[in-house]
């Protein structure tokens, strides 16, 4: 079965570091996403993309926050200068149309901790 | 407001038990999805319903949705322990694109 895939699993960090997230979505999919949940809270939307550009994002993701489609398979999220409270599991997802019936499917996500 | 609250908590039962989860909702929604996360994973699709469907049955899953009472239950039949996650349902916004709103989630433990 078709999966999304992330990498790297696990990555630590110095506070004030860049860190890049990639994500490897399910092929045929157009819809792209980034969501993360702090340790013990909810999963929480951060952003999407769709056609080369950002369709949403939320409050969270201010300008620390940017997204990219380098290539025709990979997807990251670029976190310019991290702080503590930047400390979560990052989950990329996938979904292949717009519709009342869309299916989205997420990766096994990237725990980030910063020091 | 939050949308997406799950009841109960945390769930404690015994194998073979049937598990019920339950989530409320604040807004107008296209689809309403569930998900598992065992510790530390990632989110596994369970089932999705629409919002004009009432019940969707996936093997030992049963999900309803009540649109008049913005909730919807989903029902693990026959448990085991290897259902022993957490439970979140998560919703599609009418005219919020394609973003999903997640709830608190349901810890679910099932001992043999």
């Known amino acids: 079965e078709p999966e999304v895939t992330q990498t790297p699993s696990h990555q630590v960090t110095q506070m004030g570091q860049e860190v890049i997230l990639r994500c490897v979505p399910i092929?045929?999919?157009?819809?792209f996403y980034w969501y993360r949940q702090i340790l013990g809270q909810k999963v929480e939307f951060l952003v999407s993309?769709?056609?080369?550009?950002?369709?949403?994002k939320s409050e969270i993701f201010d300008d620390q926050f940017s997204v990219e489609r380098p290539d025709g398979s990979n997807f990251t999220l670029k976190i310019r200068s991290t702080k503590l409270e930047d400390s979560a599991m990052y989950f990329c997802a996938s979904s292949a149309v717009q519709s009342s019936g869309n299916t989205i499917y997420f990766g096994e996500g990237s725990w980030l901790t910063v020091v | 407001s939050q949308q997406g609250e799950e009841d109960p908590q945390a769930l404690s039962i015994q194998e073979g038990e049937n598990a019920t989860m339950n989530c409320s909702y604040k807004t107008s929604i296209n689809n309403l999805q569930w998900y598992r996360q065992n510790s530390g994973r990632g989110l596994v699709h369970l089932i999705l319903i629409r919002s004009n469907e009432r019940e969707k049955h996936s093997g030992r899953l049963r999900v309803t949705l009540d649109t008049s009472k913005k909730s919807s239950s989903l029902l693990i039949t026959a448990s085991r322990a290897a259902d022993t996650a957490s439970y979140f349902c998560?919703?599609?916004?009418?005219?919020?694109?394609?973003?999903?709103?997640f709830g608190t989630g349901t810890q679910l433990k099932v001992e043999l």
């Open positions: 092929s045929n999919h157009l819809y």
């Open positions: 998560a919703t599609q916004q009418t005219g919020g694109g394609n973003k999903l709103t």
């Open positions: 993309f769709y056609n080369n550009e950002i369709s949403e």
